[in-house]
T-cell receptor
């Protein structure tokens, strides 16, 4: 079974702190994604990556950056956390097949609270 | 811009009933559609993926159908059980490589 592991289930940070959310997958997937999920807004794509050292902006990249130095690890960085970044963050991965028919696999999520 | 809608937002049905969850999308240029289940406070679990060339997929008591031309998918759950209570989300992957999610249907199975 595919396993996508997010390093923290719950995180509390102060406004202005630099925050790192880590995600590791163990199935040699090329594609990795970061979403945030908020009540009434659903899942929104922040950033995604199709290969090592490669990144693409999603729909809401402002205030975030990402790092993919190794194939199995995709990190989301909040350069200066703000209260409006309080949310559930979900990491996902999939194979990079040309047919685009590989399912997405999600981690358990990190609930981040910024105070 | 692709939009994915799931109606109703919430649904309660008695245990044992068969039920259908709906998903509609505005742009039919999709590669696939995927159904997920999410339990409270958890991540998403993949249930079924339907490729754009397929009409349906089945897994156990679940059957998902896809009508690309009309922009609709349904998830059929047979003989519902209390353990099926969860939020169900659909997501479409478009030819721009983005995966867009609906906001989900919160399902409650009454014992």
């Amino acid at each position: 079974d595919v396993k996508v592991t997010q390093s923290s289930r719950y995180l509390v940070k102060r406004t202005g702190e630099k925050v790192f959310l880590e995600c590791v997958q163990d199935m040699d997937h090329e594609n990795m994604f970061w979403y945030r999920q908020d009540p009434g807004l659903g899942l929104r794509l922040i950033y995604f990556s199709y290969d090592v050292k490669m990144k693409e902006k999603g729909d809401i990249p402002e205030g975030y950056s990402v790092s993919r130095e190794k194939k199995e690890r995709f990190s989301l960085i909040l350069e200066s956390a703000s209260t409006n970044q309080t949310s559930m963050y979900l990491c996902a991965s999939s194979l990079g097949d040309r047919s685009y028919n590989s399912p997405l696999h999600f981690g358990n999520g990190t609930r981040l609270t910024v105070t | 811009k692709q939009e994915v809608t799931q109606i109703p937002a919430a649904l309660s049905v008695p245990e044992g009933e068969n039920l259908v969850l709906n998903c509609s999308f505005t742009d039919s240029a999709i590669y696939n559609l995927q159904w997920f289940r999410q339990d409270p406070g958890k991540g998403l679990t993949s249930l079924l993926l339907i490729q754009s060339s397929q009409r349906e997929q089945t897994s156990g008591r679940l059957n998902a159908s896809l009508d690309k031309s009309s922009g609709r998918s349904t998830l059929y759950i047979a003989a519902s059980q209390p353990g099926d209570s969860a939020t169900y989300l659909c997501a479409v992957r478009g030819d721009d490589d983005k995966i867009i999610f609906g906001k989900g249907t919160r399902l409650h199975i009454l014992p």
